[in-house]
């Protein structure tokens, strides 16, 4: 069966030195709702309500060709053996010289993403955006899972080579462990340069937990957070990633079903144009 | 069968000088989410649970008599016929000194309805409150429908007859359009007296895409764009209108069923109980 | 932008003597609840959770090849230049011998696709199953809508090249006229014999509107009439028309948005895929 | 504010010897899930969708007039006045000679009901349509609520003037007491007979809770239970009542807002059509 | 059947000097849409998705021990019987030293709750938080339901004993008794102050109806109204509440069915887990 | 936290001789719509609206004592430590002469309950209630999941202790292996004793997908799949099993997400409460 693509994307096959759309509709290891499987098709279907323009960038997609692998497919349930294979689909697509973008799925993919980008960018930054600090040493018996994460990347990569922003949630320990490694940065108007700096001409991974954003401008997430971004700290985002050298990027935990609207889906999609868009500027 | 009225209508019968409410339930010409013929009952039924009384404007809607027309009926899908007879209709109401406020059903409606209220008043200058520009020339074959009917109104009156606030999408020719002709304005608090100056004396037609409204605000709606209006700036703009000669308004593109908490088509209430309020008062 | 085909379509190019799959999402004439033109989307989405393999028909969709099409595109609303491509588009098709299958959408595709059918078979009957007789002389001020069209095609074929089946609801004079002409048949079990009988060798083309199921079997439909088909009813229609000479039919009327389970999509789906095996079968 | 009328009502005013439909948006005692206050303006807005005439019964309801008095105005949450005034209500009505069809709302409005109408018909029968007993003594520390409305019936008009159909929940004691009482009738086909019988020329007050229906057929109201009644249980019922010297009845616990298709409201309205035509069918 | 609690509540039994959670699901005088019974049982299913810590207060429940006494029961439909039960159980909580935290359920609950604490605190002040003054002297014929209970209880407690925040909606009459006793304060960045000036070292009881949020930020609740806070709004609150003499609140109007997405409710467990906090705080 | 057990539960510890329920709340190898993780906590909240008597069965829970486990604890997305876990818990229970209900979750969790079920049982028939086959040899790329998981089954207890009832979907090598093992069964009226003769004496597990029946029954399924069993199917299995000598039983893939109405629960709990009554019914 052909399954449809994002957008105007110009092809399947991977396209040297462009940005690469990954599907990963993993939801395995959720614990209160569930849902984000759904979030790969639910954004490649809202991208036929956005234009191919961006105003806010002043680009157009039509001049900035990407490609849409569709999505890793399923390893029914056995989610040690996913993981695995994206992260050596990702160590294939970066090999190759092309910038993937993975959308969600579960917060679970960050982790073999970073795995198979630190192969080539030893430097690498992670850029955290989310509600929760996803730092558990452990949880339910598991060492990998979505509420773990970021701690299993920080293993990875260092506390220094991590950038918590938009938290507002954990357990008190959690909250210990980013205080004790100052990974987590304020995003006020204003605070953009101290973010550049900190960074510096380092590579970065971006992951963007859609549940940053408040529960008003997101609905459809399993675990809404209120007192969130609005959509404008998100254009203050891109505009700092525009300035950075972001070479992948994922957007994980749309939980389509959970917003009988689609707005949420809509917003993703749009979320998904801009940092296509910024990954694929080659001015950068 | 007796149809539902708005909030205190005061009669089914034209009252001169007064405002007239008049439904159109068309959604013909939608191609990502249909809905919005949904939108006249909804608001009807919603303003039921708001009061008439507004503490903004400390108007009562008792003080402010108008009508409510019902829904123009529906021409079985012949969309030409329909326009056409709005068009006849809203002359009709403005030859009796009435002034009307359509509330939609899809956009496609303003046409006509400027199309009447240009031959009273060569004048007229449209102010177009959305998210999209509505400026293409053609789409998928067709001249007259959801994405051209402002560049169609633009026709008529001019591009220095026209004013757009809210716009945050579009294609780039739309943009360039907008840039070449300065008909896109800033909407930050302070902008407002830009806008009267610009405006001054001349009669306006407010057509008002709900969609403006960002998404968190506003979910029952078939073409969400994050990063739009909070409802605060929606006050600025009734504080706004009510100092020009405002002479007619359309509010469209509610799709109720969207938004199955309701809270969409209350405020959609709410909005149409305060252009009531300005419309009908007398000072102005 | 890519589309999704329905299960496991062939190619998009037509193949002669084998069925098409042609998406109809036209729904401009609708008076009480809109949402179909999101069926012909909904029914390819919903093909991925059934198999190919029909056990009811002891067929595979493997060995009967046929194409998927997509939809035809939208006319911005121009309801007439709409009908009339699709006419000019079944005409195509069966100038090269394949057998269309329209997913709707609204009922009003059904007479441009008769229209052009009775070109090449002049003897064509009309097998029309649904809870409405659609068959108002006028509606609205429009002899063309979803509650004329059976009256329509009836000016075409004649009351004779009729035959109707499930239907529960209609005015008076409806009801009037299909017992003067004797169109309406009863479906219960042991009925299969003398519908064969009255149809004969004729060239069938069948109008499936979905609301003919009861709404408890398929909730996602704009105008739901209790007391209506069991799903075994349809499987004994499958029976029936897999004798019969069937050279093309439509399957309109689903409104997945009123459906939130879509469990509605994944039943006509499943009717859809009946359909093309049936279509499908050189047995015949 | 102008509310709505079900489908051609005739007038607000009484009619002698004429259906009555009077709506009692009351829905303050139930204990699982609420919603039922919306049941009278659902089945109004969902009349819309359907035709006057019934092909079951072959009436129109342009033939038979009956008037839709609106609802009964809320009482801000005292029940008991509420009830009170309801029976008032009826009383009036029946006085006038018109024959009340009140649309719930809870089930505890048939108390005041049958009490209204015992005082013009000693021997009313009570027939009972429900997939719940409602027969509990006392239901927390209560005597009046949804829950024992049907056992304070059988204590006005003894348990020799209750019959039940359809009835498959209740505690053991409930049953215990229906098996006391031979008030639970079979409604298999071939029943009808049976229980014309047993009612014989006494007046009858019909008191329909909607979830004798199956959850299939009718998923919005609060206390769904598997097992139940299809639509064609349903018209043997029409069928029966049609028969009988039927002088009023009810129809309740409609919640809508449990079903978001809609398709429950449709359902109900139609019950409701029919019902009128067999309340105001003058030669009973 | 053992029903659920909140977080890590201590115990259900009464611990003296601790907050205790008790859950009122009242929903008895709703005029417009009903759903707020279901209030308790879904901000305690919701508190699953939430830790324990507040990073915003930097408190842990685990810290400060509460219980939760489950719902008073329903009493079948008798308001004024439930309301004084409730009178009842809080006096017997205050008694022991415990800080009552009654959860809804519709907003009538405050009457009873600020009638108990006024008996051990003759200088109580109410702090009303709502998007609604629900300041009528009287509401279809009655004197306590959800539309006059705050004027019941400036009745209780004069209008000095009254301090209101967050009102936008009212009729006209309820605005002129606000400005006449000066009861609606601004809550602007900066109003803190004055509102702590105003109480001073008085015993304070908050009585919070959701619907104060903006339907943007908590849709699921029954009278959504534009115009409202954000959730930096109610952090403010937070702040305050925790430098006054807080003795018992209340937190209404949470209406889950109408947020399908379930955010609005986890939106309440968390503002109910900041209550705790604050109540529980010993300092104080 | 205390969460709520199903109906009147005796306790949490297990009772020897007793059903026991045992919660499993997985959904990790979905492949089209998730969402069965909530199911047991739905089931458990939904069993408040229903009775603990059963008039099918006149029987009552409360002379039917059983345990209620809650839920085995999530492994955190470790599917195969989490089936292992399972499959221990069951071991512990009937070694203590218990007979578990497990409440899915996905349909996989029947393996490991199979294989506990085995050690004590070595005749163990496996009765396979559903609409699909789920008798894949390997699904994409995976051995153990919903889609083999009763090919998985079958390995352990041969074709000739599967016997399989309600199946209408499946590959045609699905349908081969049915046929060439004889293990799928009729179940119309009067085939229930065929099935007590193939079965005699040994003892069973049942196995229940509840997609087994009609969408019309049971919107709440991720795969609905049309021509189904209706309640009454239903209630000749209870009769059945109730003949037979069950020593266990699952019953799975209740998603009441997909159901906003809630009635699928519903019945979800009424089901149980009737397997309940049936293992617990100490003449069998």
């Known amino acids: 069966m052909r399954e449809q693509t994002f957008l105007e994307a110009f092809s399947e096959e991977l396209i040297p030195g462009r940005p690469v759309l990954i599907g990963c509709p993993l939801d395995a290891t959720s614990t209160f709702r569930s849902g984000s499987a759904e979030g790969p098709r639910a954004i490649r279907l809202a991208s036929e309500s956005i234009e191919s323009y961006s105003p806010f960038l002043d680009r157009d997609l039509v001049d900035f060709p990407f490609c849409d692998f569709g999505d890793l497919p399923s390893s029914g349930g056995a989610v040690d053996l996913y993981l695995e294979r994206l992260r050596r689909e990702v160590l294939r697509v970066v090999r190759q010289g092309a910038l993937p973008l993975i959308i969600g799925g579960e917060h679970t993919v960050t982790l073999p993403a970073v795995r198979a980008l630190r192969h080539f960018h030893p430097e690498l930054v992670v850029l955290h955006v989310d509600a929760h600090s996803d730092l558990r040493e452990r949880y339910e018996g598991s060492f990998v899972n979505h509420a773990t ?136």
Chains 1, 2, 3, 4, 5, 6 share one sequence.
């Open 149 to 284: 994460v970021i701690r299993r990347v920080a293993d990875l990569v260092g506390p220094q080579g991590l950038i918590q922003l938009g938290i507002r949630a954990g357990t008190r320990e959690e909250y210990r462990w980013m205080r004790a490694n100052s990974t987590l940065l304020q995003w006020e108007p204003g605070d953009e340069a101290r973010l550049l700096r900190r960074i510096g001409p380092r590579p970065v991974y971006l992951t963007l937990d859609l549940d940053v954003l408040d529960p008003a401008c997101l609905t459809g997430t399993g675990n809404p957070e209120a007192g969130g971004w609005f959509y404008e700290d998100m254009e203050r985002l891109y505009r700092a990633t525009d300035r950075m050298n972001l070479v992948a990027a994922d957007v994980v935990e749309l939980s389509p079903g959970l917003d009988p609207s689609g707005a949420s889906s809509v917003t993703a999609a749009k979320i998904v144009r801009e940092l296509l868009l910024i990954l694929g500027n080659g001015d950068r």
